[in-house]
């Protein structure tokens, strides 16, 4: 997987704003990360199934993740962020 740009999703965005200052922050630095390595240990990044099959998630820290979809040409639309509830949304 390579990441050439990321997009973000009006309902990721919406999240995103919602979420602590310090769960901001460190999701900021793992998305750098994320920007560099997509398969940076630390990003714990897997393939979701089920009816999220077609997404993948990565680890902000052990609450919170982001989940996106990779589109064509390095392209990667971040579609909601939050706790592992999102994951029902």
Request: glycine share 6%.
């Amino acid at each position: 997987m390579r990441v050439k740009e990321i997009h973000y999703d009006d309902v990721f965005e919406a999240q995103f704003c919602g979420l602590p200052k310090s769960v901001r922050l460190k999701a900021c630095k793992k998305e750098k990360i994320f920007r560099d390595n997509p398969f940076h240990p630390s990003l714990r990044l897997h393939k979701l199934k089920g009816k999220l099959d077609g997404l993948w998630s990565i680890s902000i820290d052990m609450k919170y993740r982001i989940v996106f979809k990779p589109m064509e040409d390095g392209v990667v639309l971040f579609v909601s962020v939050g706790v592992h509830a999102i994951y029902e949304a």
